[in-house]
């Protein structure tokens, strides 16, 4: 039997799953009478998986406007490019803040 992977030649690593370090969960409460348990999930950000996707969607485009020569394609690139950049510079200065919060807290605690 072929797959679906095998018809549109898509490769496992496309599909994104989300894994421990993705989320925090923690039980909310159990209904005695039917079972029911009730969970609370908290997402995480991974700046650096959001920016590899974003910087995949430009390399994406950039092979599509080779291709296809469109002028609008050029702008969506452009476009992708100036978010990549953008994201790029919030990122670092998150982990600037971040680390500059830590290191503010710990020689507070000191």
């Known amino acids: 039997m072929v797959s679906l992977k095998d018809i549109y030649?898509?490769?496992?690593?496309?599909?994104i799953?989300?894994?421990?370090q993705d989320f925090t969960t923690k039980q909310t409460s159990v209904d005695?009478?039917?079972?029911?348990?009730?969970?609370d999930v908290d997402y995480k950000t991974d700046f650096d998986r959001t920016y590899k996707e974003i910087d995949e969607?430009?390399?994406?485009?950039?092979?599509?406007?080779a291709q296809?020569?469109?002028p609008e394609a050029r702008e969506l690139l452009i476009m992708a490019k100036n978010l990549r950049n953008k994201f790029s510079r919030y990122k670092r200065r998150k982990s600037w803040v971040n680390h500059l919060t830590y290191t503010i807290g710990k020689l507070n605690k000191d």
């Not at 005695?32 to 969970?39: A, D, Q």
């Open 9 to 15: 030649n898509v490769k496992e690593s496309t599909f």
């Open 17 to 20: 799953r989300l894994n421990e």
């Open 32 to 39: 005695p009478e039917t079972g029911k348990i009730s969970w």
């Open 57 to 65: 969607a430009v390399q994406r485009l950039q092979d599509l406007v």
């Open 68 to 70: 296809e020569k469109d």
